[in-house]
């Protein structure tokens, strides 16, 4: 697997490619609805035929069939980019949210345990699918197994009791 920073900025890459072709998309069906526009504003839905049932007489029929099928071919396209373009999205959001744990985790990891910090409480219980079991929110830093750890809470309504999902017990001093 890339490093954090390698698959960030790959994907980052990866997204611009993406974009610069929706744009070209998006000025290929702008120019083509123009030429739409120019035969008589004939659109995407006017008929081309006659109340006699012939072609019209008053526009390139040739030209407007082929411009609306390229407007419909490059609007399929352009909606399949757009869905590439939506999941690479949520990869390069996963990806810098796991960049970002991994620099945290390291940080944490290289720190010592700071002394002026006193305890005043302790969790003795996290209940399983709790907020505190995916702390995110309010800052906190912990002693886990000897270990200084940095975790975030975010209290919120959830399947069991409280906003926490844990007991916190003050200590006894």
């Known amino acids: 697997m890339a490093a ?10 990866t997204l611009k490619e993406l974009i610069n072709k929706k744009d070209k998309f998006e000025r290929d069906i702008k120019e083509c609805l123009d030429i739409l526009q120019i035969e008589k504003n004939v659109g ?3 008929s081309l035929i006659d109340a006699e049932q012939y072609p019209r007489a008053d526009i390139d029929v040739y030209l407007v069939r082929n411009t609306r099928h390229k407007v419909k071919c490059l609007q399929n396209d352009y909606k399949d980019i ?3 373009i939506e ?8 990806a810098e949210r796991e ?3 991994h620099s945290d985790s390291r940080n944490v990891a ?6 002026s910090l006193l305890p005043f409480a ?3 219980l996290v209940s399983p699918e709790s907020p505190a079991k995916h702390a995110t929110h309010v800052s906190l830093v912990v ?13 919120k309504k959830w399947a069991g009791k409280g906003l926490l999902g844990c007991s916190i017990v003050p200590i006894q001093r």
């Open 87 to 94: 999941i690479r999205l949520h990869e390069l959001h996963a």
């Open 82 to 84: 757009m869905k590439d």
């Open 4 to 13: 954090p920073v390698e698959e960030v900025e790959k994907l980052k890459q």
């Open 44 to 46: 995407m839905d006017e």
């Open 99 to 101: 960049r970002k744990a």
């Open 143 to 155: 002693l886990r197994h000897s270990r200084e750890m940095r975790l975030t809470l975010e209290p």
């Open 110 to 115: 290289e720190q010592k345990p700071n002394k």
């Open 122 to 124: 302790t969790i003795d």
